[in-house]
């Protein structure tokens, strides 16, 4: 018997990255494969004290339904923290809480795209989008990125036409990278002039720790833009709390999809991360990831120049969680991932951020979840699987 799938299931997969991961499931197991924060970094004795007062002061309020848009006080905090961190002016009506970045990414792809709809994302780009949007069957165009940011020939062609792009433009998952303020300025340009829908993810932008401070795109061109944030990265993942800036008629739509969806985000979460935020001082607890991410992609780094091949190129990120290595072409990162988990490490092949089918010499490494000591050696491990697949290409 057939079953009667929907046509958009058809091709669907599963995350490639959750998959991998349960192959880190093994303690034994060096993982620069998941995107995860350090838990270091999590709060937890901080949480645990606004979770008391949340249910003290405001314990039958966090237990029942709420409005869709979602808790105004962390509305306001957020607003106020663009004002301060960014200078970027944002009402906290324009604001829409969501269950983490994913589901703003799925609101975004069910409010703006039909099948066929040309879609304009980075390559590589980052494979949670990629997976929200496949389901929505688009018109991929991937973009070229340089060092700097997006091959602005590259996206004039594809903008043209195009009716969504789609950007994580400081340190992008996978690559590292971070647009340049002349790449921001110019990619501004280039959207007014084609009109085309701009939403810009910005998981990492907290995550600086070298480098100037900019802000996103979205300062330069807020008309027909949604920014998206989360806490998942500056407070914890478990939350699983994000939110989207949108105006007018793109912001009622994006709430029409949200009720559709689940109604509502959690209130008890909301009110407990709001109680957190002004409870503490956020700017330490910020301060305290950043140097640690810091030794940690240094780490990383170094590691790097001392085990991997003189041939593999890899980023140099100033902020964020990734690294990312390519191999000469015709290597094949499938191929070591299979020989480097039988040494007891494990990565993201690169083929799972590209909709083109390439990127096969390419990979995405992790710094964030593991210390320096691991990072060493995992690094180790994997420089010698690659100089045996490397050798072995060679000879092929």
Known sequence: MTLPFAARMQG??????????????????????????????????????????????????????????????LREWIAARYAKRKGITVDPDDILITTGSQQAL???????????D???????????????FALFRPGWRPTPLE?????????????????????????QNPSGLSYSRAKREAVAKLLDHFGTFFLEDDPYGELRFAGEDLPPVYAWRSENSVLLGTFSK???????????????????????????ADLHTGSLDQML??????????????????????????????????FLPPEVRVTRP??????????????????LLQKSVACKVAF?????????????????????NSDPDRIREGMRRLGECMRQCLAAKRKA
């Open 12 to 73: 669907a997969k599963r995350s490639f990255i959750r998959e991998i991961l349960k192959v880190t499931a093994d303690p034994e197991v060096i993982s620069f494969a998941g995107g995860l924060p350090n838990p270091a970094t999590f709060p937890v004795e901080e949480i645990a004290a606004a979770a008391a007062k949340v249910m003290a002061e405001n314990g039958a309020a966090a237990l029942q339904y709420s409005t869709t848009e979602g808790y105004p006080p």
């Open 106 to 116: 799925d609101l975004a792809a069910k409010v703006f795209l039909d099948q066929g």
């Open 118 to 132: 040309p879609l304009v994302l980075e390559k590589p780009g980052y494979l949670g989008a990629i997976q929200a």
């Open 147 to 171: 060092e700097d940011g997006p091959d602005l020939a590259a996206l004039e062609r594809h903008l043209d036409g195009a009716k969504l792009f789609y950007a994580v433009t400081s340190f």
């Open 234 to 260: 500056i407070a914890a993942p478990g939350f699983r709390l994000g939110w989207m800036v949108a105006r007018g008629e793109i912001k009622e739509r994006l709430v029409i999809a949200k009720q559709a």
């Open 273 to 306: 991360v709001w109680r957190f935020l002004v409870d503490n001082d956020f700017e330490a607890h910020i301060a305290r990831s950043r140097e640690l991410y810091r030794a940690q992609c240094q780490a990383m780094q170094a590691a790097c120049d001392e």
């Open 318 to 335: 100033e902020g964020g969680m990734f690294l990312w290595a390519e191999m000469p072409a015709g290597a094949d990162s499938v191929e």
């Open 348 to 368: 993201v092949p690169g083929e799972a951020f590209y909709v083109d089918g390439t990127g096969g010499n390419t990979l995405r490494l992790n710094f964030s």
